[in-house]
């Protein structure tokens, strides 16, 4: 399963990012989507799992979870837009979803694009999908999830 990761478009659909999804089977929004129209873009390549960042204040985008759990593949991921980002952070997951730690722990809303296995657990952020900001060139991520494998990459796109 090839599933999309995007996050922070604050209501900018990039133009790059049509090609970049054909072919995948899900997308998550990690939410400052900034606009109902992103979503509906998004559904066009796949189901879409999206969760509400700080700038979604009004409906419909305030109705989105603040934060998701969901099972791909037989794999845990939680899908939140504000989280941390440590090695300290497993306790906070337990908390938040209880006993089960995902397998894929995903948030955004740093704009930094940051892929690596903390205590056995793929902590994901794809960085921002909107317009160049803070100096940091747009990009989104892709994880290919299976039974036996689970893999992220990075993607950047072109900075507008």
Known sequence: MIVAVISDTHGF???DLGEKLAGVDA???????G???ILDFLTRFGPVHAVRGNVDRDPPLSQL???LALKLEERLVLLTHIGPFSAAHS???EQEIGRAVPDVFICGHSHIPRC???DGMLHFNPGAAGRTRFGRP????????SATALEASLLPLRSI
């Open 13 to 15: 659909l990039h133009p």
């Open 27 to 33: 997308i998550l929004h990690a939410g400052d989507v």
């Open 35 to 37: 606009g109902s129209h």
């Open 65 to 67: 979870p603040q934060r």
């Open 91 to 93: 306790s906070w997951l």
């Open 116 to 118: 690596e296995r903390i």
């Open 138 to 145: 747009p990009s989104f991520g892709l994880l290919t999830i």
